[in-house]
């Protein structure tokens, strides 16, 4: 899927995190890191209730794959070890990082 100046690749199979990771690196993207708030509600238009890995990690803090800060603190965590971040229609959620999801590569349109 194209919008701007990205194309968005939405998986089938399910994957934990960093093989979602490695899987993008290999296609010359990243997982997906949304850069404003219009891109993160039109990419939830075209999920559903299924989560979706998304380039977004905690160490001591959430931030994207790049090192950015997440902009907003509204991720849903109901574990200590849910160290990974995944998208869905409501939201962001976090996860184990070993647990099988599909997931959203992003990459800069040529």
């Known amino acids: 899927m194209g919008y701007g100046n990205h194309c968005y690749y939405f998986s089938l199979e399910k994957k934990n995190w960093n093989s979602s990771l490695e899987f993008?690196?290999?296609k010359d993207s990243h997982l997906l890191m949304c850069t404003d708030n219009q891109e993160m509600n039109l990419l939830k238009s075209f999920l559903n209730k299924d989560?979706?890995?998304i380039g977004l990690r905690k160490n001591s803090d959430w931030r994207w794959e790049?090192?950015?800060a997440l902009n907003t603190p509204r991720i849903i965590s109901n574990?200590?070890?849910q160290k990974c971040g995944a998208l869905n229609e409501?939201?962001?959620q976090a996860s184990s990082c070993e647990?099988?999801?599909q997931w959203v590569?992003?990459?800069v349109r040529l």
Do not use: E, I, Q, T
Request: charged share 15%; hydrophobic share 45%.
């Open 99 to 101: 647990v099988p999801l």
């Open 24 to 26: 993008c690196l290999a």
């Open 66 to 68: 790049d090192g950015s």
């Open 90 to 92: 409501n939201g962001l």
């Open 105 to 107: 590569c992003k990459k």
């Open 79 to 81: 574990s200590m070890v």
């Open 51 to 53: 989560f979706y890995w």
